[in-house]
């Protein structure tokens, strides 16, 4: 992956957000996005060696496109500036357990795993599997190498109170109330690639992002050993 095309490309992007520029520049695109999908075809390699459900992702149709979803926001700008793809080994990119990489204008890899905002039945098989298997799931979020990756998991969007069904005077209940809150299960982190070096040199960038999605592998087996996806 040409790192700094990529960004040289995201950043005019950026600036210039609509189907003009983009068509005058469709020449670079064309060239960055088969890039993109060598780079997501050797992270998905090199993560497979730690997690094998993800070795027959196929890297084309991990990503994601480039064209936004206006139909509902009051943002009309056709065009993400970022390359985005997520390696699921289930049906659905979003959630299911699955892992996420971005890289934007500034040279931010976003990284992230796990099952992002679930469909009600999947949201409420991954409560019933706290409920079977809290031990599980701490163990994870408290292993150094998750923590040094990611620190903890994300609270977006976390309830402020139980969901409906769980009674709170219930000492199992009250103990795992802060994992039954949530609405994903995901840990995510940034890595400033200007700062590391590899906005000049793309060098071990595969095996950057690999090494960092790798740290979550444990929270993706949680989630596969609550049956939600297939």
């Known amino acids: ?67 936004r979803d206006i139909r509902f926001s009051n943002d009309k700008t056709p065009y993400k500036t970022h390359f ?6 289930g049906p659905v990119k ?22 992002w905002m679930p469909p009600r039945d999947v949201l409420a098989s991954l409560r019933a599997h706290v409920i079977e298997n809290e031990a599980g799931l701490r163990r994870v979020v408290r292993s150094k190498r998750f923590k040094e990756a990611f620190g903890s998991l994300s609270q977006e969007d976390r309830l402020a109170r139980l969901p409906k069904g769980f009674d709170a005077n219930d000492p199992v209940v009250e103990r795992v109330g802060d994992l039954l809150r949530l609405k994903s299960f995901v840990a995510s982190s940034d890595i400033d690639l200007v700062a590391t070096g590899h906005a000049k040199d793309s060098t071990g960038l595969a095996t950057l992002i690999a090494d960092r999605l790798a740290a979550a592998t444990p929270l993706n087996d949680w989630i596969r050993s609550a049956s939600v996806s297939s």
Do not use: Q
Not at 17 to 46: C, G, H, Q, S, T
Not at 98 to 108: D, F, Q, R, V
């Open 84 to 89: 985005s793809a997520s390696i699921a080994d």
């Open 1 to 67: 992956m040409h790192l700094p095309a990529l960004l040289s490309y995201l950043g005019g992007l950026r600036e210039n957000n609509n189907k003009a520029w983009f068509v005058m520049n469709k020449p670079a695109y064309d060239i960055l996005r088969p890039e993109f999908i060598a780079l997501v075809a050797e992270v998905i390699a090199k993560l497979s060696k730690k997690d094998p459900h993800v070795a027959e992702v196929n890297p084309k149709k991990a990503l994601f496109r480039i064209h």
């Open 94 to 115: 979003h959630w299911g357990p699955m892992y996420y990489l971005s890289i934007n204008a500034e040279g931010i890899l976003h990284a992230g795993a796990g099952c």
